[in-house]
T-cell receptor, first 113, second 117 residues
Framework: GNSVTQMEGPVTLSEEAFLTINCTYT??????LFWYVQYPGEGLQLLLK?????DKGSNKGFEATYRKETTSFHLEKGSVQVSDSAVYFC????????????FGQGTILTVHP | GAVVSQHPSRVICKSGTSVKIECRSL??????MFWYRQFPKQSLMLMAT?????????EQGVEKDKFLINHASLTLSTLTVTSAHPEDSSFYIC?????????????FGPGTRLTVT
């Protein structure tokens, strides 16, 4: 079956530090990959996505590249801000599962001034 | 575009009562909606897939008689927690699937915090 594994958190950084959150996946087909962000008490917002190998998704300074050879989709940002503090979820959608999302366990990011 | 709303945002109910949560796609039609449950500091657990005009498909281990799902129109799905108990207290999130640009994407509602006393 499909699965997503994220690096364990929590991750605590100082403002303007570099961020990497690792994500690897297992899928039977050719999945689409996503990063979602969840702010406290809210639902999930799509941060970025990639639908095929070597695609790079980017948004709000975050980026992630779909690496089929390493089955990875690591999230990066060059300079984090306090407002980036949230929970980040990596997810995949396998076409054979009719759009169902499989989520990683989530990584809590806290950015201090 | 692609906005999903949920109502109510918070609800407190007494043990043994039923609670209905609504999920609406505001600016698109969603033939498929999903219901998730999220425990504190944990990931989302898919409960069921709701298709307009047909019965919901429940994930293994989810009690279909306890969590009643109705998808009566292309913009509305409801989740009713029947005979709620304190262990049903959780954050319930819905999503609606949008087909655009050749890919399917899910757009999430803001969630409903259910507390059963």
């Amino acid at each position: 079956g499909n699965s997503v594994t994220q690096m364990e958190g929590p991750v605590t950084l100082s403002e303007e530090a570099f961020l990497t959150i690792n994500c690897t996946y297992t899928a039977t087909g050719y999945p689409s990959l996503f990063w979602y962000v969840q702010y406290p008490g809210e639902g999930l917002q799509l941060l970025l996505k990639a639908t095929k190998a070597d695609d790079k998704g980017s948004n709000k300074g975050f980026e992630a590249t779909y690496r089929k050879e390493t089955t990875s989709f690591h999230l990066e940002k060059g300079s984090v801000q306090v407002s980036d503090s949230a929970v980040y979820f990596c997810a995949l959608s396998d076409p054979s599962s009719y759009g169902k999302l499989t989520f990683g366990q989530g990584t809590i990011l806290t950015v201090h001034p | 575009g692609a906005v999903v709303s949920q109502h109510p945002s918070r609800v407190i109910c007494k043990s043994g009562t039923s609670v209905k949560i609504e999920c609406r796609s505001l600016d698109f039609q969603a033939t498929t909606m999903f219901w998730y449950r999220q425990f504190p500091k944990q990931s989302l657990m898919l409960m069921a897939t709701s298709n307009e005009g047909s019965k919901a498909t429940y994930e293994q281990g989810v009690e279909k008689d306890k969590f009643l799902i109705n998808h009566a129109s292309l913009t509305l799905s409801t989740l009713t927690v029947t005979s709620a108990h304190p262990e049903d207290s959780s954050f319930y999130i819905c999503s609606a699937r949008y087909h655009g640009g050749g890919t399917y994407e899910q757009y999430f509602g803001p969630g409903t915090r259910l507390t059963v006393t």
